[in-house]
C-alpha cells in the first residue's frame, strides 16, 4: 500500500517538476523572495528561508527523480527483453545483461562490436558503430 501510494505520487511530482510551469513557479518565487529583500533588510533570516527551502526540495526531488528514472529504466528493460524474446533472429541471452557487472556489460558490448566489425571486414570501433548503424 505504502509503495503505491509513494510510487503514484513520485510520479504525479516528477511529472509536475519537468513542466515548464514548475520551471516558471521556481523563478517566480525566486523572484518574490528577491524583492522582498529591501523590506526585511536582506536579514540572515531572509537569506535563511531561501536557503533552507531550495535545500529541503532538492533533497526530497533527489528521491522521486530516481524513483522516476529506476521506473522507467525497468521498464524500458523489460520491453526490450520482450523485443530480443519475440525476434526469431535476436539472441535471447541478452536478455537480462542489465544484471551484469559493469565489467561483463563492457565485453558483451566489445565482443558485438567486434562481431560487427567483423562481418564488415573491419575491426575499428568506429567501423563498428557504422555498421551497426547500417544494420539498423
Known amino acids: 500500500m505504502l509503495d503505491r501510494l509513494f510510487t503514484v505520487a513520485a510520479t504525479r511530482i516528477a511529472g509536475f517538476a519537468g513542466q515548464p510551469g ?10 518574490l523572495w528577491s524583492f522582498t529583500g529591501p523590506l526585511f533588510g536582506y536579514s540572515d533570516t531572509w537569506q535563511l ?3 533552507t ?7 526530497l526531488m533527489v528521491f522521486l527523480i530516481q524513483n522516476s528514472q529506476n521506473r522507467d529504466a525497468a521498464a524500458m528493460q523489460a520491453k526490450l527483453d ?10 535471447s541471452q541478452f536478455i537480462g545483461i ?3 557487472t559493469d565489467r561483463e556489460i563492457e565485453k558483451v558490448r ?4 567486434q562481431e560487427c ?15 551497426l548503424t547500417r544494420r539498423l
Open 22 to 31: 514548475a520551471f516558471a513557479t521556481a523563478v517566480g518565487i525566486i523572484l
Open 49 to 51: 528561508v531561501v536557503n
Open 53 to 59: 527551502a531550495t535545500t529541503i526540495v532538492t533533497f
Open 82 to 91: 520482450e523485443l530480443i524474446r519475440a525476434v526469431d533472429a535476436a539472441r
Open 98 to 100: 542489465e544484471h551484469l
Open 110 to 113: 566489445s565482443d558485438l562490436e
Open 117 to 131: 566489425g567483423d562481418i564488415a571486414g573491419k575491426v575499428s570501433p568506429v567501423a563498428s558503430l557504422a555498421n
